[in-house]
């Protein structure tokens, strides 16, 4: 009963209670907006936070391997900077596009060097490179911001796929969450991510080469932000260096209300996919019910806290029962079957 | 073994390495060095860095900054750290400016308040963290989107201008005792006075403790949850104290105020010498480090290289620091181990 069961549904208990109140929210929107559930709103709900949508992935694989990613957001700013340079410049903006990623995964090696290479915290080393990409990006393009992209670009941007109210760059995380998270949950690739982040040493001596494994996240992790950066430009039509500004803290939000432990080795793409939904529809239904966005700031901020507060506060009580249950059983320890020895 | 031969043996142990790791070892000269010897190379090509103007509004703001520093540096000591203080500066900023705009208390009182409205707000990150058990990281990252929320929610969109509020406020920013700001005054009786606490008192060698070696602590009989709340509790006052700075030095204070902040208080610490892991460092080398930042700042501006390159260098700035400390830490484990070695 306590053993695999109880294992389980203590894994499972937050992605369940995360789904309630996604349930609860959407419940909410319909009643008090009949747009609510139009594909149009879904459309936008969904568009207005793709960027962050998209880097919470391989954050999560970061974090579960247990380093930290501050510089996302400056990497969509240093993204969309060179690709507005470069478009103005008149590089053809498929080959842009491709340099921007380029550069994203150079800009995910330089922090991935310095953290296992070089051996810094990654707290620190990705604190620094936020600080230097997002000066890097108003460097290139200053004060400057660029506009006219092709209609082509544009479209993707914010057009939806025909037919559907899907947004184009929401394709994207979907193939994303889905590779990332069969990645994560049924190949080796996922346990060693598992568990290099539940102990570190463990893992190098069982044969995991955790350096190499942490330095493709790091490099994963600044090609995707890039990528969420050139989807930002295409979504705004327009690049400007400062643009992504405060994104990190909403993505590791995300992670993070995903059930993902910030110290890594515990977490699940699924638990993060619902998380988003949660954030998004949230926002959306404070939109539409005309309350005032500073709310939203305050509950997503509550959100947070509470999301590592209960587990915990669970996760106490569960062992105080079985603390008390173990008393009970204690008085005949030597005769005890294997029933018991589970139970204690 | 043929691992430790092979780390005693590594070239890496050269005269380069050694001075490396000796000025990291006293952080605290080797920053004042650099400082003197960046201004004196700066001062060549633009001599004003040593006016008396530049130097008083450059130690003026490296005070704020410094004395959130401070606070965040005992925060990161005991292995802990607090993203909410822009928050905490931003909100206390506003609540202030906006009590003494309607005339609600005279300017000590509400700048009492202010004070007093930091310390609840570090009161509360230290709930959070010490009895709730949340990771620092996560409850300061949640009361950072919180405290904001709550300005904005006051704010309203508003802003409260320099004209709005009592002259003898915004005037403190420029006054001076014997010639020495106010403001510095202010952060070196904070840096000196927490300096002693940290050396000198029981409570002060607790915080090491609990950075350092948490199970040890407990051993010890030091209980880490009291000091952990006790270090954000005054992250929280000196939070509200780099507020009213703010408030002061700024004069035009809106809901956004002393965004991003916290990047250069964490970044103070880090180049300070202070061990993001906890366990080591000085409050006097962060209160430092916020002086150098704010001198680096100041000397691109004086040398008219774009400040665009600011914040790139900043980024720099942080890298070279902790690769440093990593240097220092590499040699000190490379000496032990020789030691040890048969």
């Known amino acids: ?56 992935l391989p954050m999560a694989l970061i974090i579960i391997a247990g380093e930290i990613d501050l510089s996302v957001e400056s990497m969509v700013g240093l993204a969309a900077a060179i690709l507005g340079a470069l478009y103005s410049a008149g590089v053809p903006l498929p080959v842009a596009i491709v340099a921007v990623m380029i550069v994203g995964g150079l800009g995910g090696l330089l922090n991935g060097v310095l953290v296992t290479r070089v051996g810094l915290p990654s707290l ?83 044969g995991i080469r955790v350096a190499r494994v942490k330095l ?41 209300l995903g059930g993902v432990d910030i110290f ?60 008390a249950q173990g008393n009970r059983n204690r008085p005949t320890p030597t005769v005890g079957g294997p029933s018991e020895v589970v139970a204690s | 073994m043929a691992r430790a031969t092979a780390v005693v043996a590594t070239p890496a142990d050269g005269p380069l390495t050694r001075l490396l790791g000796a000025a990291a070892r006293q952080r605290e000269l080797s920053l004042v060095v650099i400082l003197v010897a960046m201004i004196g190379l700066v001062a060549l090509q633009a001599p004003q860095i040593l006016s008396s103007d530049n130097l008083t509004d450059v130690s003026v703001l490296a005070a704020v900054i410094a004395v959130a520093a401070i606070g965040e540096a005992m925060v990161v000591i005991t292995r802990n750290v607090d993203l909410s203080v822009e928050a905490t500066m931003g909100l206390v900023a506003f609540a202030v400016a906006g009590v003494l705009s309607n005339g609600i208390l005279p300017i000590p009182l509400a700048m009492l308040f202010g004070v007093g409205l930091g310390l609840v707000l570090g009161m509360a990150n230290g709930v959070i963290v010490a009895v709730f058990h949340v990771p620092s990281i996560v409850a300061t990252l949640g009361t950072l989107s919180i405290y904001r929320g709550i300005d904005f929610l006051i704010a309203g969109g508003k802003q409260v201008t320099a004209t709005q509020l009592p002259a003898g406020y915004t005037a403190i920013a420029r006054a001076t005792v014997l010639g020495i700001p106010v403001f510095v005054l202010v952060a070196v009786a904070i840096a000196v006075g927490f300096a002693a606490i940290l050396r000198m008192t029981t409570f002060g060698r607790s915080v090491y403790a609990v950075g350092s070696n948490p199970e040890g602590a407990a051993i010890l009989g030091i209980r880490a949850g009291m000091v952990t709340f006790v270090v954000f509790s005054i992250c929280g006052l000196l939070g509200g104290i780099a507020g009213v700075m703010w408030g ?21 610490v880090v180049v300070g010498g202070v061990n993001i892991f906890g366990g080591s460092g ?26 665009f390159w600011l914040q790139a260098l900043y980024g720099l700035v942080i890298l070279i620091a902790v690769a440093l400390d990593a240097v220092l830490v590499r040699q000190f484990q490379r000496s032990v181990s020789g030691r040890r070695a048969p």
């Not at chain 1, 594909?39 to 949508?53: H, M, S, T």
């Not at chain 1, 700031?297 to 590592?308: E, K, M, N, R, Y």
């Open chain 2, 282 to 307: 000085t409050v006097i080398g962060a209160a430092l480090g916020a002086l150098f930042l704010t001198f680096i700042g100041n000397a691109l501006i004086l040398v008219r290289l774009s400040q």
């Open chain 1, 1 to 56: 009963m306590t053993g695999v069961g109880g294992l389980l549904g203590r894994l499972a208990r937050w992605e369940v209670l995360l789904a309630v109140f996604l349930v609860v929210l959407i419940a909410i929107g319909a009643a008090v907006s009949p747009v609510f559930l139009s594909g149009r709103n879904f459309a936008n709900l969904i568009a207005a936070v793709i960027e962050v949508a998209i880097m919470s």
């Open chain 1, 216 to 256: 493709r996240l790091f490099v994963l992790s600044g090609v995707v932000a890039a990528l969420a950066g050139v989807i930002l430009v295409a979504r705004m039509s327009s690049a400007r260096a400062d643009v992504g500004s405060g994104l990190t803290l909403v993505v590791i939000t995300i992670v993070l």
């Open chain 1, 264 to 323: 890594g080795g515990r977490g699940t793409i699924p638990g993060v996919v619902l998380a988003f939904f949660t954030l998004a529809v949230m926002g959306n239904v404070l939109r539409l019910t005309n309350v005032s966005s500073d709310i939203q700031s305050i509950a997503v901020g509550l959100l947070l806290i509470v999301s590592v507060v209960i587990p915990t506060l669970a996760r106490r009580v569960k062992s105080a029962i079985d603390r």
């Open chain 2, 248 to 268: 002061i030095l700024f004069g035009t204070i809106n809901a956004t105020s002393a965004t991003g902040v916290t990047l250069q208080v964490i970044a103070a």
């Open chain 1, 124 to 206: 620190v080393v990705t604190l620094g490179t936020l600080a230097l990409y997002r000066g890097l990006a108003l460097v290139v393009l200053e004060s400057r911001g660029v506009s006219n992209f092709p209609s082509w670009f544009t479209g993707f941007g914010f057009g939806t796929v025909p037919g559907l109210p899907i947004p184009w760059p929401f394709t994207i995380y979907l193939v994303l969450a889905v590779v990332l998270g069969i990645v994560l949950h049924r190949t080796w690739i996922g346990r060693q991510l598992y568990a290099m982040g539940k102990n570190q040493s463990a893992a190098r001596f069982s």
